[in-house]
């Protein structure tokens, strides 16, 4: 991002002047599968949207809590159907996904790994912006946690299982048009945050984890 693009401003600019290109009109979705997390509100559940208008066929729901994502999931079937009645009925599946702990991505990113999907798409939304200082279980400050190291790990994991059921299909002669697509989902905010704790870590040579805990 460049000098103008980090002002206050320009921030502004995007948020009430610029638009992000739309999907195109052709895309074809049918037959495969993408993955987003905590997609109840906001970007996500806009996301999910889009790729079922376009014929998305099995849309896998990563949510830290079943009942919002069997809310998304209930609101997501009848719009898809009352707006595109052509097109099939979606599979759309809600898994536990608790970004504050490694020990629920590793499960998460297993339980992709073991259902022998091929997986497309996978769409990172999750976020995390505590008022209060707090520690995940893994002893990392929260925002932290899920911004960064279990996104960062989830992203790995990932990427892994996309890439090694794409080469396997390619190996069996299947018919694979694209590359899977990973996409992680960020604030401009970030942009103006102060790095007090890097600082100190570079003067005292230690990890910035230490200093944020």
């Not at 990563?62 to 209930?74: C, D, F, L, N, P």
């Not at 052509?86 to 996904?97: D, T």
């Not at 994991?157 to 090694?164: F, G, H, Q, W």
């Not at 694979?176 to 942009?191: R, T, Y």
């Amino acid at each position: 991002m460049t000098s103008l693009e980090n002002t206050t401003a320009h921030f502004y600019y995007r948020q009430w002047f610029s638009t992000p290109p739309a999907l195109p009109v052709d895309l074809n979705l049918s037959g495969k599968t993408a993955i987003i997390t905590e997609l109840n509100t906001g970007l996500g559940y806009s996301a999910a949207e889009q790729l079922l208008s376009h014929g998305l066929s099995t849309l896998i729901l990563g949510v830290r809590t079943a009942s919002k994502g069997e809310a998304a999931k209930s609101t997501l079937l009848p719009y898809i159907k009352a707006k595109h009645p052509q097109l099939p009925v979606p599979k759309i599946l809600v898994w536990h996904l608790n970004m504050t702990s490694y020990k629920f991505v590793l499960a998460f990113a297993n339980k992709v790994e073991s259902s022998g999907l091929h997986i497309d798409i996978s769409i990172l939304n999750a976020g995390h912006a505590p008022l209060n200082f707090t520690l995940s279980p893994d002893g990392n400050e929260s925002a932290i946690q899920v911004n960064f190291l279990s996104t960062a790990l989830s992203a790995t994991k990932l990427r892994y299982t996309m890439n090694k059921t794409y080469h396997a299909a390619l190996a069996r002669r299947e018919m694979v048009d694209k590359q899977p697509v990973l996409s992680i989902v960020g604030s401009a905010a970030m942009n103006n945050a102060e790095a007090l704790e890097l600082d100190a870590a570079k003067e005292k040579g230690t990890s910035i984890l230490e200093e944020l805990r």
